[in-house]
């Protein structure tokens, strides 16, 4: 089971950046994908995720409205859509994979730096 995640870079506030989290060595459809974020001096939130087990969505307050999560059509991967960027979004973003979106999440893609900055 592998994660990778990327798709992070620098912008600017009010922009956009579309993370991927491709998986290999098992099917996602019987898994949830999560994205979380952990900035400096912060704890790890989780940020969104995806089942495709049992359907379930899920975003975190700090990001509803803003931030879409979606399967490719390929279904091998997971993107996280990030709009309207604040500085606050800045932080090192993973994926992982869950048997549903819940947790525990038992596999973790490396992270991928999203810096938001003027």
């Known amino acids: 089971v592998q994660l990778q995640a990327s798709g992070g870079g620098l912008v600017q506030p009010g922009g956009s950046l579309r993370l991927a989290c491709a998986a290999s060595?098992?099917?996602?459809?019987?898994?949830?994908i999560g994205w979380f974020r952990q900035a400096p001096g912060k704890e790890r939130e989780r940020v969104s995720c995806?089942?495709?087990?049992?359907?379930?969505?899920y975003y975190a307050d700090s990001v509803k409205g803003r931030f879409t999560i979606s399967r490719s059509s390929a279904k091998s991967t997971i993107y996280l859509q990030m709009n309207s960027l604040k500085l606050e979004d800045t932080a090192v973003y993973y994926c992982?994979?869950?048997?549903?979106?819940?947790?525990?999440?038992?596999?973790w893609g490396q992270g991928t730096q999203v810096t938001v900055s003027s």
């Open positions: 060595g098992f099917s996602l459809d019987y898994y949830a």
């Open positions: 995806l089942s495709s087990s049992d359907g379930s969505l």
């Open positions: 992982a994979a869950s048997s549903n979106c819940r947790g525990p999440y038992n596999y």
